[in-house]
């Protein structure tokens, strides 16, 4: 059974940092393109970003290239998200997802909720 | 970026009756087109992938159609867990892209 669980979402400040990461199990994670999905507060879904299964390609909605940075590790088929500079328009359930091959999100994670404000 | 957009925004439905959403994409997205439901403090369901195929465990009730810029998803017989928001998703081209949700609501 495919598995994620979201981890590392807190209250942090303005201009702060954190790193939020995706624990997988259930699948042959390296094999799989990741992703990060977020939802402010009674708003849609806004997609974030995604990574190849090797790693070696990167993606990112164009409204927030520059301060997020996707990353795995498949040794601990983790997934992670780096966010600097946090704002308070950060402030969302941050939701890990899980790829078909070459196709849509297939799976979601619970989602860790980031809330930025001083 | 592609654009995703939907209608209505709400749609007010009683049980057993038929609904349809609609999903446009700004360009030809091909079939690259996923459905997602949503409800209340729960993470979004996958419904729809490729504009048409069901994900694993799906209803029959739930079937999308289209291709390039219009699609729809319909929900043949409304059940009451079916009252929840939709959401169309083009994966044709990074960034992928979300519609803005229809949210089924109880007539």
């Known amino acids: 059974e495919v598995q994620l669980v979201e981890s590392g979402g807190a209250l942090a400040q303005p201009g702060g940092s954190l790193r939020l990461s995706c624990a997988a199990s259930?699948?042959?994670?390296?094999?799989?393109?990741m992703g990060w999905v977020r939802q402010a507060p009674g708003q849609g879904l806004e997609w974030v970003s995604a990574i190849t299964g090797s790693g070696g390609s990167t993606y990112y909605a164009d409204s927030l290239k520059g301060r997020f940075t996707i990353s795995r590790d498949n040794s601990k088929d983790t997934v992670y998200l780096q966010i600097n500079s946090l704002r308070a328009e950060d402030t969302a359930v941050y939701y890990c997802?899980?790829?078909?091959?070459?196709?849509?999100?297939?799976?979601w994670g619970r989602g860790t909720l980031v809330t930025v404000s001083s | 970026e592609i654009v995703m957009t939907q209608s209505p925004a709400t749609l007010s439905a009683s049980p057993g009756e038929r609904a349809t959403l609609s999903c446009r994409a700004s360009?030809?997205?091909?079939?690259?087109l996923a459905w997602f439901q949503q409800k209340s403090g729960q993470p979004p369901r996958l419904l729809i992938y490729?504009?048409?195929t069901r994900a694993p465990g799906i209803p029959a009730r739930f079937s999308g159609t289209g291709s390039g810029t219009e699609f729809t998803l319909t929900i043949s017989s409304l059940q009451s867990e079916d009252f929840a928001v939709y959401y169309c998703q083009q994966y044709n081209k990074w960034p992928e892209t979300f519609g803005p949700g229809t949210k089924v609501d109880f007539k």
């Open positions: 997802a899980k790829y078909f091959r070459g196709s849509s999100i297939a799976y």
């Open positions: 490729d504009a048409s």
């Open positions: 360009q030809s997205i091909s079939d690259k």
């Open positions: 259930g699948f042959t994670f390296s094999n799989y393109v």
